[in-house]
């Protein structure tokens, strides 16, 4: 069974850092592009980061660009989401996400991990 | 930058009833479109990719039509775990990855 257990979440000040962790299972991380997709708190989907099956492209969103930093270790079937500069409007609940292609055009996202809250308040 | 307008916000139906999900891009993304459903405290759940193919598993009721800037989610005969969210999504290049802001099927 493909699978995509996040972790690292927690509760941080405004300004301070996190790193969140990915862990897939049943599936090769390698041969997909992977995703970072947020959730506020009774609000919609926003799409954080994308990164290619060989880290040949990397992208983020307006909000996020310069403070975050998407990574992915193949080997360890691994992603990783380097949270820098927290804000209070950073705070939701962070899902792992794989892509059905393994470059930037999407076919959809199809697995989604359980998510990680990330609460950013002093 | 593309975006996706979905309506109704909100929609109330019974089971059995047929239910209509519209998502509208700011431009065209060809057949470039995704569906998504999320049920109460759970991870979202791809439904159907390029506008018309359903996702592994996902039963024969929910179909997608549609091309271009217009796209249509439909359930012929809405069963009791169907109440849910539902998002669209553009998955052309990215980045941006783009969402619809979501419809909220409701029990009426």
């Given at each position: 069974?493909?699978?995509?257990?996040?972790?690292?979440?927690?509760?941080?000040?405004?300004?301070?850092?996190?790193?969140?962790?990915?862990?897939?299972?049943?599936?090769?991380?390698?041969?997909?592009?992977?995703?970072?997709?947020?959730?506020?708190?009774?609000?919609?989907?926003?799409?954080?980061?994308?990164?290619?099956?060989?880290?040949?492209?990397?992208?983020?969103?307006?909000?996020?660009?310069?403070?975050?930093?998407?990574?992915?270790?193949?080997?360890?079937?691994?992603?990783?989401?380097?949270?820098?500069?927290l804000r209070a409007e950073d705070t939701a609940l962070y899902y792992c996400v794989k892509d059905q292609s393994y470059d930037s055009k999407s076919y959809g996202l199809d697995i989604w991990g359980q998510g990680t809250m990330?609460?950013?308040?002093? | 930058?593309?975006?996706?307008?979905?309506?109704?916000?909100?929609?109330?139906?019974?089971?059995?009833?047929?239910?209509?999900?519209?998502?509208?891009?700011?431009?065209?993304?060809?057949?470039?479109?995704?569906?998504?459903?999320?049920?109460?405290?759970?991870?979202?759940?791809?439904?159907?990719?390029?506008?018309?193919?359903?996702?592994?598993?996902?039963?024969?009721?929910?179909?997608?039509?549609?091309?271009?800037?217009?796209?249509?989610?439909?359930?012929?005969?809405?069963?009791?775990?169907?109440?849910?969210?539902?998002?669209?999504?553009?998955?052309?290049?990215?980045?941006?990855?783009?969402?619809?802001?979501?419809?909220?099927?409701?029990?009426?």
């Amino acid at each position: 069974e493909m699978q995509l257990v996040a972790s690292g979440g927690g509760l941080v000040q405004p300004g301070r850092s996190l790193r969140l962790s990915c862990a897939a299972s049943g599936f090769n991380l390698d041969d997909y592009a992977m995703h970072w997709v947020r959730q506020a708190p009774g609000k919609g989907l926003e799409w954080v980061s994308g990164i290619t099956w060989n880290s040949g492209r990397i992208g983020y969103s307006d909000s996020v660009k310069g403070r975050f930093t998407i990574s992915r270790d193949n080997a360890k079937n691994s992603l990783y989401l380097q949270m820098n500069s927290l804000r209070a409007e950073d705070t939701a609940l962070y899902y792992c996400v794989k892509d059905q292609s393994y470059d930037s055009k999407s076919y959809g996202l199809d697995i989604w991990g359980q998510g990680t809250m990330v609460t950013v308040s002093s | 930058e593309i975006v996706l307008t979905q309506s109704p916000a909100t929609l109330s139906l019974s089971p059995g009833e047929r239910a209509t999900l519209s998502c509208r891009a700011s431009q065209s993304v060809g057949s470039y479109l995704a569906w998504y459903q999320q049920r109460p405290g759970q991870s979202p759940k791809l439904l159907i990719f390029d506008a018309s193919n359903r996702a592994t598993g996902i039963p024969a009721r929910f179909s997608g039509s549609g091309s271009g800037t217009d796209f249509t989610l439909t359930i012929s005969s809405l069963e009791p775990e169907d109440f849910a969210v539902y998002f669209c999504q553009d998955r052309s290049n990215w980045p941006p990855v783009t969402f619809g802001q979501g419809t909220r099927l409701e029990i009426k």
